[in-house]
């Protein structure tokens, strides 16, 4: 039987590693929507017109090198705003989320677009100054030169192209329960939103 987890959120909030952990705690499978447009961004880069990356893509492209650097995730965000991008991809984000044994998709519009029949829909959310602050350091530990300031510019810009792009633009579906993790440790936000899943599923 198919059971669907739909969260959403910005970059940074938490949403991957909520997701990962709620999927690994039910033992369904999980999906990072957010690969799907970071390696299409990743094709664009390299001269592969968005539409035409979108149609071609593959399992294979979603482990490629380079897929969680800034320029990605830049290019991600600018091909995620192409409405004939997100129609190319949005037949393999809903087949993924009724596969056979429960499914955890994480990304920008899976509950409001994708999977609005959704059994369970979260938006996973926090302050940008925190949202920056995280991405800052991530990637400082993976060995990156990064500036604070310009971390926080390039999260309240991806924000902006996100929110306000006129096809599926981020935003909490309106059932979705809502989690901040700007003060919450990992594991306060992992249980609220396995309590979530858990109610849901007990209904």
């Known amino acids: 039987m198919s059971f669907t ?28 929507t957010g690969l799907l447009y970071r390696a299409v961004g990743r094709k664009l880069l390299d001269g592969v017109p968005a539409e035409e990356g979108a149609r071609g893509l593959t399992p294979e492209d979603l ?10 995730a830049q290019a991600a965000s600018k091909v995620a705003a192409i409405p004939e991008v997100r129609a190319a991809l949005v037949d393999f984000q809903r087949a993924f989320a009724r596969r056979a044994g429960g499914a955890v998709l994480d990304g920008r519009d899976i509950g409001t677009v994708i999977c ?23 990637l400082v530990a993976s060995g990156h030169a990064a500036d604070l300031a310009e971390v926080q510019a390039d999260v309240e810009a991806r924000d902006a192209r996100d929110m306000g792009r006129a096809d599926a633009p981020l935003r909490p579906a309106d059932d979705a329960v ?13 249980a609220r939103a396995v309590a979530a899943v858990e109610d849901a599923r007990g209904r």
């Open 5 to 32: 987890v739909a969260i959403d959120g910005p970059a940074a909030a938490g949403k991957g590693t909520i997701s990962k952990a709620v999927a690994a705690h039910f033992g369904f499978a999980h999906l990072d």
């Open 63 to 72: 482990s490629a090198d380079g897929l969680r650097t800034p320029e990605v």
């Open 116 to 138: 609005p029949e959704a059994e369970v829909k979260l938006y996973v959310t926090a302050s940008a100054a925190v949202r920056a602050e995280r991405r800052w350091k991530e």
């Open 178 to 190: 809502q989690i901040d993790t700007s003060e919450l440790s990992i594991a306060e936000a992992v």
